[in-house]
């Protein structure tokens, strides 16, 4: 077939690049017909997207697919590499999916529409070349590449306060990116041979000690990005001044950044340190959960809530990626999935909100519900979605990284119950959160005051199309998980039992849970109607 060597993953991240080049060529005063082109753009790199899964990814294979090598500096093996496996190609078509949506929602944007405009197809190249590059050089030029955009549309249509929010975004995630860049030069360097191919780099004998210091320089790097506690501090400054289509980028891309790093560079490119620091991750994602959670109760800024709720729900990612077991892995690229989808959603709509109360503050809200009925309805989805409701995604993805982590042999009993009771009470406080913020925006009586200034419109069918297609995966993987987690099984399978095996007291055990266990959670025994 033609299709067979078709350079699918180059085109992906190369075709919205190079149609962002020739926005300023289009001849626009008021924005109309640059959006218009931009839409074009990212629903033809969808589909391309879409099309490279289908006709070129093989779901039983857990190794390096779509894959494509081109010379560039042979003389120190730097080459284009590009591929995807099961880690990666969720999240490509995850970011296709809703970069696409995040240009749909710029709408509205009438100030500097063409480099606003150009930077969103920059940021859809940019992002899809971190899941796909192979080359760690490369990595670390896309993940550059990524900052520059965001820091502009933060500085530029952010809020009072966005050159503060996007000068501390840029330096925490430029600063950890240095330790991408001093780690991905050791590692290339060390031992008779150099190379910055990510394959070649995981087959060097790399000693213990070595891998521990590349392990800590790529986690304070990604924890950035994840983030981690104390690492956090940038995304709700961030998300507070940023717009609602920097906002799905931010909640249901970047962050997802972080996450996948640290499964494809810290545990598998370093499973011997990954099985000494794995119980620190497991600790730091337990302080994410509760802290995060507690911090979010307590935030009377709608934008701040939902960026402290966002840090909560990534902190399961980190407990899933330190299980040692199938499911608590597959959990964590579940989370990854979901929480991209659900938080691109609730960031959204509170844009969406902010746009006809003009005010973030929950006090000044309350009632508002009887005049925006579609919006309340969609929010109150969204909202339960993120609380992890039974028959949405998020309930999934928590409960296989609860299970995974419960019966891991890989801790201690006292151990694995005391951290799955503290993630517990995360889990408690997120719909007491989420529920009260409800209760404060949309019901009880209207605040005079708002409505006496401002006119409460519902949403328009644009709004309501952007929340139906993030709403339909949602409830789709919740009722069905398999529709997901198929794309990424075999990986896991065989991620697990490599981190297994590095570690002597588990590689002689199976990392397999109780077969019926797994598959009474991702694949439902089916409904017969008589």
């Known amino acids: 077939m033609l299709t067979a060597n078709f350079p699918w993953l180059t085109t992906i991240i190369l075709f919205p690049i190079a149609a962002s080049l020739l926005i300023p060529f289009i001849p626009d005063k008021d924005g109309k017909t640059v959006r218009w082109y931009a839409l074009i753009v990212g629903l033809i790199d969808f589909v391309l997207t879409v099309a490279a899964f289908y006709l070129g990814y093989d779901l039983n294979n857990p190794d390096l697919q779509l894959f494509e090598r081109y010379a560039w500096v042979p003389q120190l093996d730097l080459n284009w590499s590009v591929g995807a496996d099961g880690l990666s190609m969720p999240l490509i078509l995850l970011t296709s999916f809703i970069t696409t949506l995040a240009i749909l ?77 001093v780690a991905a030069l050791a590692m290339a360097f060390y031992g008779d041979t150099v190379t910055f191919d990510m394959r070649s780099l995981m087959a060097k004998d790399l000693p213990v000690n070595f891998q521990l210091w590349m392990y800590g320089a790529f986690l304070i790097a990604y924890a950035v990005k994840l983030p981690i506690i104390p690492l956090h501090t940038w995304l709700p400054d961030a998300h507070g001044e940023a717009t609602a289509p920097v906002h799905m980028l931010l909640a249901g891309i970047l962050l997802k950044m972080g996450g996948y790093a640290i499964v494809r560079m810290n545990a598998e490119m370093l499973p011997g340190a990954h099985g000494i620091i794995a119980p620190v991750l497991v600790i730091l994602g337990v302080v994410n959960i509760i802290y995060a959670a507690l911090t979010s109760f307590a935030q009377r800024n709608l934008k701040r809530k939902i960026a402290y709720s966002s840090i909560s729900h990534m902190g399961f990612v980190t407990i899933g990626i330190a299980s040692f077991t199938d499911l608590g892995l597959s959990g964590a690229v579940l989370q990854m999935v979901s929480h991209g989808l659900i938080g691109a959603s609730l960031f959204f709509l509170v844009g969406s909100t902010y746009d006809r109360t003009h005010t973030l503050m929950l006090d000044e809200m309350g009632g508002v519900g009887q005049k925006m009925p579609k919006i309340f309805s969609m929010f109150t989805a969204c909202s339960l979605a993120s609380l992890a409701l039974p028959g949405m995604s998020g309930f999934v993805a928590e409960l296989m990284v609860f299970v995974g982590f419960a019966t891991s042999d890989a801790y201690s009993l006292t151990f694995r119950i005391i951290i799955v009771l503290l993630a517990a009470i995360g889990v408690i406080l997120t719909p007491v959160y989420l529920l009260s913020m409800l209760r404060e925006i949309f019901y009880g009586p209207e605040n005079s005051e708002l409505t006496s200034h401002q006119v409460l419109i519902d949403a328009e069918p644009r709004e309501v199309f952007i929340i139906a297609c993030l709403l339909v995966p949602i409830i789709g993987i919740g009722f069905y998980p398999k529709l997901l987690t198929q794309i990424y099984d075999s990986k896991t399978v065989q991620l697990t039992e490599k981190l297994r095996s590095n570690v002597p007291a588990l590689a002689q055990g199976s990392s397999q849970e109780p077969l019926a266990l797994r598959e009474a959670i991702v694949q439902p025994a089916p409904i017969v109607l008589q």
Request: positive net charge.
């Open 105 to 181: 929602a710029s709408w509205p944007v009438s100030f500097k529409p063409k480099l606003f405009y150009f930077l969103m197809l920059i940021m859809y190249g940019g992002q899809i070349m971190v899941f796909a590059v192979q080359d760690m050089l490369l990595f670390f030029l896309a993940w550059e590449m990524e900052l520059i955009p965001v820091y502009l549309m933060l500085s530029i249509w952010g809020g009072k306060k966005r050159l503060y929010a996007a000068t501390k975004f840029i330096l925490y995630t430029a600063g950890g990116s240095l330790f991408i860049l």
